[in-house]
Nanobody
Framework: QVQLVESGGGLVQAGGSLRLSCKAS????????MAWFRQAPGKEREFVAG????????YSADSVKGRFTISRDNAKNTVYLQMNSLKPEDTAVYYC??????????????????WGQGTQVNVSS
């Protein structure tokens, strides 16, 4: 079983930055990818950024390209989401996910088997 713990959320003003962390623990298993999703009140969960674990290739949603960057520390089984130029519309609960269902693709929530509890990000005006 894999446990994911997110941290780094908080309250920032528009234009500010945050770095989210997600640390994976538990038994090792083959993983397709790790990713960040977010969910705002009244909205569906949406893909933010993901990284293919075997290659390090990343992909980001159009809404965050140029502002958010996903990265990893292989030795620590940790992924990060550097969030710059934050906007009020970025306010959401951010979830880390890991999965092995490669056939769904990196940006699909259906690709992921394990989810963290989420960390709240609030961006004020």
């Amino acid at each position: 079983q894999v446990q994911l713990v997110e941290s780094g959320g908080g309250l920032v003003q528009a234009g500010g930055s945050l770095r989210l962390s997600c640390k994976a623990s538990g038994r090792s298993f083959s993983s397709y990818a790790m990713a960040w999703f977010r969910q705002a009140p009244g909205k569906e969960r949406e893909f933010v950024a993901g990284i293919a674990w075997s290659t390090g290739i990343t992909y980001s949603a159009d809404s965050v390209k140029g502002r958010f960057t996903i990265s990893r520390d292989n030795a620590k089984n940790t992924v990060y989401l550097q969030m710059n130029s934050l906007k009020p519309e970025d306010t959401a609960v951010y979830y880390c996910a890991v999965g092995g269902r490669a056939n769904y693709g990196l940006a699909s929530s259906r690709a992921y088997d394990y989810w963290g509890q989420g960390t709240q990000v609030n961006v004020s005006s």
